[in-house]
């Protein structure tokens, strides 16, 4: 079996993250993460035009017409610059709900407008993953009444994508009457997560009508499972190499302490724990485009697989910096804390293992 990337796949990876180092440097990163709205509207025009925005939108609107794979590549880019950019909801989810339940009008209105960056879109998956007794949403006359807990990429949204339930979705605007868009403090300051709080917010936007479609919503969170284990790559494989940098440029009684062996142990640890992970993502996004029937296990598994990986590595890299890697001097927290959001997005480890254990009749 020959399983890789294709030489297109590797000349869009390598496309974005030249572009990135040179248009997003960590001064860059800070400044942008400190703002209001956590955006930047630069860098998103040059992800429009670079095509990255439209990945996943098929050519009759403006898009790529690719799969997850490739936006999952695009992810793991994205985290390796920490960028501070609304991808998941707007070029990843958003698409993907309006292709999987939308009417032709809805994605004739959107699809377009999320390819060319001038749409956003938040996305909230709470009542899909992690639902608490304290929140929750219904429909009361016709209208949208509840809270919808940790929602995505809702810095500067035009809009809200919102899960009822597995089989229902529902566009919000984010200037509709009767919303309340709260942001929440997360560790990483490079995206915004937010509570959105609906009184009587109607008339409800279903997408697909309201009988609303069989497991699209479920499909949608499938797919930010994998496209956030491609962000936790991206992050433990910056964080590496930050390690691996610091630990031949750092001297020690007169030597790099890169050539110290407890220290070449820990970079050699890391290594290995992140090539076959690196397998595991592409494969889930594969099985996302390629095998419906494994999809939802395959999410999971490399969902609570990477963020164990990725929390090790990033840990791991702290110890290599020693005191300094906690530092807000040092760069190397950026990547530690976007680590630590993408294990808790849509589920950690043991709450999505659990639900891959059910679907395969082992719970």
Do not use: N
């Not at 029937?293 to 990986?309: C, F, G």
């Amino acid at each position: 079996m020959d399983f890789g990337l294709s030489e297109e796949q590797r000349l869009l990876e390598q496309t974005l993250r030249r572009w990135l180092d040179e248009q997003l440097p960590v001064a860059r990163v800070r400044e942008i993460a400190a703002s209001e709205a956590g955006t930047d509207a630069g860098l998103w025009q040059g992800l429009a035009e670079l095509g990255v925005l439209g990945l996943l939108v098929p050519e009759e609107h403006g898009g790529g017409g690719l799969g997850l794979l490739d936006a999952a590549l695009a992810m793991e880019s994205l985290a390796r610059a920490a960028a501070p950019a609304p991808y998941l909801g707007s070029a990843v989810l958003a698409p993907l709900a309006l292709l999987a339940a939308g009417t032709g009008i809805q994605r004739r209105e959107w699809l377009p407008k999320l390819a060319s960056g001038t749409a956003r879109i938040g996305v909230a998956l709470g009542e899909l993953s992690g639902r608490r007794a304290d929140a929750g949403l219904r429909v009361d006359g016709g209208r949208l009444q509840g809270r919808a807990l940790f929602a995505i990429d809702t810095g500067a949204a035009d809009a809200f994508l919102v899960a009822l339930d597995r089989d229902h979705l529902v566009l919000v605007p984010s200037d509709a009457s009767g919303l309340a868009v709260t942001t929440l403090p997360t560790i990483d300051r490079t995206r915004r997560v937010a509570e959105l709080g609906f009184d009587g917010v109607g008339p409800i936007d279903w997408l697909g009508g309201p009988a609303g479609v069989a497991g699209a919503a479920a499909r949608v969170l499938d797919a930010g499972r994998v496209a956030l284990a491609a962000d936790a790559l991206g992050a433990a494989e910056r964080a590496l190499e930050m390690a691996v940098a610091y630990a031949k440029q750092r001297v020690q009684f007169g030597r790099p302490i890169g050539s110290f062996q407890a220290v070449k142990h820990l970079c050699a640890e890391m290594a290995a724990e992140l090539e076959p992970a690196r397998s595991l993502v592409w494969y889930a996004a594969y099985a996302f485009d390629q095998r419906p029937e494994e999809a939802t296990v395959m999410a999971a598994h490399a969902k609570a697989h990477l963020a164990e990986v990725a929390t090790a590595i990033v840990r791991t890299a702290t110890e290599v910096h020693g005191g300094y890697g906690f530092t807000d001097e040092g760069d190397l927290h950026l990547w530690f804390k976007r680590a630590g959001l993408d294990r808790q997005l849509l589920g950690g480890p043991e709450a999505v293992r659990a639900e891959a254990a059910a679907a395969q009749g082992l719970a």
